[in-house]
Nanobody, 121 residues
Framework: QVQLVESGGGLVQAGGSLRLSCAASGSIISINGMGWYRQAPGKQRELVAAITSGGNTNYADSVKGRFTISRDIPKNTAYLQMNSLKPEDTAVYYC???????????????WGRGAQVTVSS
């Protein structure tokens, strides 16, 4: 079973930057699309960035222009570069393999522990 391990979270002031990493135990990143999700306290988990197996990217409106998703296939690692962070970006961030089907993204694997991102005002 493929394991996904997120890292790179932390505490940052508003306007700052962080880069999250998602290390995969197998070659899932080269086969599937990858997505970064986040879950804030009391809220549902939401997809904030996606990259398809062909390299196309898509972002939630709330992070568009500030976050960038990328991947390094030889390293089996996906990244989320987060700039101009806002307090409302505070959440636990998770990565997962995804599939785009009939206009929606669907996650494929189990969830890891996630990476806590806290943005202070």
């Amino acid at each position: 079973q493929v394991q996904l391990v997120e890292s790179g979270g932390g505490l940052v002031q508003a306007g700052g930057s962080l880069r999250l990493s998602c290390a995969a135990s197998g070659s899932i990143i080269s086969i599937n699309g990858m997505g970064w999700y986040r879950q804030a306290p009391g809220k549902q988990r939401e997809l904030v960035a996606a990259i398809t197996s062909g390299g196309n990217t898509n972002y939630a409106d709330s992070v568009k222009g500030r976050f960038t998703i990328s991947r390094d296939i030889p390293k089996n690692t996906a990244y989320l570069q987060m700039n101009s962070l806002k307090p409302e970006d505070t959440a636990v961030y998770y990565c997962n393999a995804i599939e785009y089907y009939s206009g929606s993204y669907y996650y494929l694997g189990s969830w890891g522990r996630g990476a806590q991102v806290t943005v202070s005002s």
